[in-house]
């Protein structure tokens, strides 16, 4: 029943994927300016910009480059870079795994604050902790990270004379030092996650501390503790879990604007650099593992049901 309902949900995930390629092959053309004049400057010829265009296969109609590219992304193959002519994959393999550690490390912290807190906040519901927890809550959600990262910054500079570290440190070159430059980043990224995180957390577990079931355990005299803990709290967390998986998802789309002010050299900053010399390839590819991420965390999301509510079956 598993592999039935595991067939299915990749069967659904192709068409999401084609229309994904389709979009994101047509609108990076759409943007005014022509890389082949980027990259023979002005002092080009007519002939050597259709010399060149021929040679980067983009003289042919726009369909027929994206049948090609679509066949070739079938076969594994993701193309070369306009600028570098490396292998697209090669320059992803360079920059993914910053973004992935960033994005973890926010949905750690997400994750970490925000659980506790919904739980406190829940169980201690119209107490000065909950609304306390809530106002935190709704502040932040309304500041933006690139706002947040800029005062972090700005701020303890002119008081006190310190800034973070600026710059890229290896793993093989300072353990500690790589894993300490994910820390403020990552906490401001995951600033958003958490508030969202614990509001739904929050309003889950009390839905669920109102059913029957519960009520009954707390008329058996069992500890309130094992009551939120191993009672209500599991089943509360299968939305959580929903939006905790879109999260990561969005927050491996969404590190653009921190990695820039970290100096953090990820897939985001890959993205906007490809976008600005209009290296079709890479924001290609970019965009359209980002949409793969997307499904399979959301295929992982609701594999995860479940194992949270043995109810639940798939069909």
């Known amino acids: 029943m598993l592999r039935r309902y595991l067939l299915k ?13 389709l979009i994101v092959f047509t609108l990076p053309r759409l943007i005014p300016g022509d890389v082949v004049q980027l990259m023979l400057e002005e002092k080009a010829y007519a002939k050597d910009i259709e010399e060149l265009r021929a040679k980067l296969g983009l003289d042919r109609p726009l369909y027929l480059q994206y049948f090609e590219w679509l066949g070739r992304v079938v076969r594994g193959d993701l193309g070369e870079s306009l ?11 360079r920059r993914l795994p910053v973004t992935l550690e960033l994005a973890l490390f926010a949905t750690l912290f997400a994750v970490v604050i925000a659980l506790p807190i919904g739980i406190i906040s829940a169980t201690r519901q119209d107490t000065l902790r909950d609304y306390v927890s809530r106002s935190a809550a709704i502040l932040g959600l309304s500041m933006p990270n690139f706002w947040v990262a800029t005062l972090v910054i700005v701020l303890p500079a002119i008081w006190w004379g310190w800034r973070p570290v600026s710059g890229f440190v290896e793993f093989s070159r300072d353990p500690l030092g790589h894993v300490a430059q994910f820390v403020l980043p990552g906490l401001i990224l995951g600033i958003a996650s958490a508030a969202a995180i614990m509001r739904l957390t929050r309003g889950m577990l009390l839905e669920v501390l109102r059913q029957d079931y519960v009520r009954t355990a707390w008329a058996k005299g069992l500890a309130g503790r094992m009551v939120v803990y191993k009672h209500a709290l599991k089943n509360a967390l299968i939305p959580v879990v929903t939006i905790v998986g879109g999260q990561l998802g969005t927050l491996l789309a969404g590190t653009v604007v921190v990695e820039t002010i970290f100096a953090l050299p990820g897939m985001g900053r890959l993205t906007v650099e490809a976008i600005l010399f209009r290296d079709y390839p890479v924001v290609q590819t970019n965009v359209m593992l980002v949409a793969g991420v997307l499904v399979t965390l959301n295929l992982l999301v609701d594999l995860t049901y479940a194992w949270l509510d043995p109810r639940i079956r798939y069909r």
């Open 9 to 21: 949900r990749l069967l659904v995930a192709v068409p999401s994927l084609l229309i994904a390629s």
């Open 83 to 93: 600028w570098t002519r490396r292998p697209v994959l090669e320059e992803i393999g």
